[in-house]
């Protein structure tokens, strides 16, 4: 019997074998990826700074324990370059790799800004472990850090940063963070908080030029600032990895796109996660992926099961301005209702039939979340 392949051991990759080791403890498993196979959780990687943890102690597991609990094959340090549907393998350069069914947990990518001078090419990311063992040695005895993106993750490395008593400058194009997640007067509110620990913000201007100088870098900005910084970090959005499915002859838009039963153009390949698009919907968390891997599981176990959506908040891991949110539908009709106070801003976006779409919660309100939950709509039912 062949084996079912999985290429990827981040959450997707890792839990979709977990399920499915809950249905089924016998059929052969293998799970491929370039890196080191550690399991960990990655949204940890934005909130390790200040509480000091280091990469061991982000890792739960090792690729050798999770092998052992999976029953699995788990291969590290190697890298899929072919995908060929019509003969069911899968190529690791010279080698050729069998599989009855196929997982794609490939995930994203940083998206990377053509930014000119000297200095762009050594402007970091954190996508994985490795990555965030990199960052981390880069900043033993630095001190300023100039972090492009004022998004979901620019303002939790900032907050976390700051925490771990780094100086840090946030640049965003936008005029305000969280600009695609929350109004603006929750965005005023996560703004002042942060600067209030020590975040400097430059909104409403862009990156123009990253350059050496000495030991560190000059950051020019639209806006004609220069900034001395000892170290460049992009957080400005992933984009998920398509081009091994793309170069197989499978569907591809924004991710690789996928029915509700996860499957890819080819019924025998499936796609979840970062890389994946279910009608529509590229959604990088956690719960989605946690959703999709328990129906896939069950699908690859030999009971079709469509994946399905509730609504899903998001914790914004900013412990300065504790935030929540559930973004309303794209393009969905309505208007924010915000009730502000010091202590909080509570915004509800309601629909033009007056029921909850989505909302966000800063400060004390965040208490609110379960109960506001229940009335949201599913996102994919």
């Not at 209030?196 to 004609?224: C, E, P």
């Amino acid at each position: 019997m062949e084996p079912i392949v999985i290429i990827g051991t981040g959450l997707a990759g890792y839990n979709v074998a977990k399920e499915l080791r809950k249905l089924d403890k016998s059929v052969p498993l293998v799970l491929l990826t370039a890196d080191s196979g550690a399991f960990y959780s990655k949204p940890m990687l934005s909130s390790a700074f200040g509480s000091g943890k280091s990469a061991q102690q982000i890792a739960m597991n090792t690729a050798e324990q999770m092998a052992a609990q999976l029953g699995a094959t788990v291969r590290t340090g190697v890298r899929v370059t072919a995908i060929v549907p019509a003969e069911h393998v899968v190529r690791i350069g010279a080698e050729t790799l069998r599989y009855s069914k196929l997982v794609l947990a490939l995930g994203a990518d940083p998206i990377r800004l053509p930014i000119p001078g000297d200095g762009a090419a050594d402007v970091l990311t954190v996508n994985d472990l490795d990555d965030y063992v990199r960052f981390r040695s880069a900043l033993e005895g630095r001190k300023t850090v100039v972090l492009i993106g004022a998004g979901l993750i620019g303002c939790e490395f900032a907050n976390d940063l700051t925490a771990g008593g780094y100086q840090v400058h946030a640049v965003d194009i936008a005029d305000q963070p969280l600009p695609r997640l929350l109004p603006a007067e929750g965005a005023a509110m996560m703004r002042d908080r942060l600067a209030a620990i020590g975040v400097h913000w430059h909104f409403g201007t862009s990156v123009t030029s990253i350059d050496r100088a000495g030991a560190g870098f000059s950051v020019s900005l639209g806006n004609g600032e220069k900034i001395a910084a000892d170290i460049v970090f992009s957080a400005i959005g992933l984009r998920p990895r398509t081009d091994l499915a793309r170069a197989a002859g499978l569907a591809v838009n924004r991710g690789i796109v996928v029915d509700r039963l996860l499957r890819t153009s080819d019924p025998d390949i499936h796609a979840l996660g970062d890389c994946a698009e279910v009608e529509g919907l590229v959604l990088p968390f956690v719960m989605p992926i946690m959703n999709a891997a328990r129906a896939l599981a069950a699908t690859l176990a030999g009971t079709l099961t469509r994946v399905n959506y509730p609504a899903m908040p998001v914790l914004v891991k900013t412990p300065a301005c504790p935030t929540i949110v559930s973004p309303p539908p794209h393009g969905a009709e309505g208007a924010w209702d915000v009730a502000a106070n010091p202590e909080s801003v509570k915004s509800l976006f309601v629909g033009a039939d007056g029921k909850l779409l989505g909302f966000a919660l800063n400060g004390t309100c965040t208490a609110e979340r379960a109960a506001l939950a229940k009335e949201l709509p599913p996102v994919l039912a």
